[in-house]
């Protein structure tokens, strides 16, 4: 029976140490290959030329305002009560469009990144499926979401990754 046991004992960790050397592992750095594929300097670059185009259209608004409170401020005390409220009133919507103005170009801004960034990594993810399969890893993490503590350098596929993503909308 004791034989049978160690017998027993004896395959099952031949049996991993042979599964564990079958065993490949890597990692992927998201952010990195976000931010350095072809498609990511891309939608980087657009939404930068949307926030240029944006900030010319704030620095207006506020030039805008600037006048117009200074204007109040030096005709305040020679307009009458109804004028001044009434330019104070003006200002005050103008101000309120300035601040929904900026809220709604952040979230555009913040939506079409989104956006882009959910199209890339959706084809990241095909890629990285295909070079996994291709490879033969048995799994592939994503550095930063996994609470991956250690991994080797030459467990990163990162760059190699991006190398077929740009490949693949080359195509």
């Known amino acids: ?11 099952f960790f031949a049996a991993a140490t042979v599964s564990a050397a079958d065993t490949k592992i890597g990692y992927v750095d998201l952010q990195k290959a976000l931010n350095n594929c072809e498609a990511g300097k891309v939608a980087k670059e657009k939404i930068s030329v949307k926030v ?22 030096k005709q305040g005390l020679i307009l009458s009560d109804d004028k001044r409220a009434a330019k104070k009133r003006d200002f005050d919507q103008k101000l309120k469009d300035l601040e929904r103005f900026t809220k709604d170009i952040q979230e555009e801004l913040q939506q079409q990144d989104a956006e882009y960034t959910r199209q890339i990594i959706t084809d990241f993810s095909k890629i990285i499926n295909d070079l996994g399969a291709k490879e033969g890893y048995t799994a592939i993490f994503e550095k930063t979401e996994s609470a991956l503590l250690y991994a080797d350098q030459k467990a990163d596929l990162t760059d190699k990754a991006i190398k077929a993503y740009d490949a693949s909308l080359k195509k």
């Open 52 to 73: 240029k185009e944006y900030e010319t259209q704030i620095e207006q608004k506020q030039k805008d305002l600037k006048k117009l409170k200074d204007d109040l401020d």
């Open 1 to 11: 029976m004791k034989k049978l046991l160690i017998l027993l004992l004896l395959t």
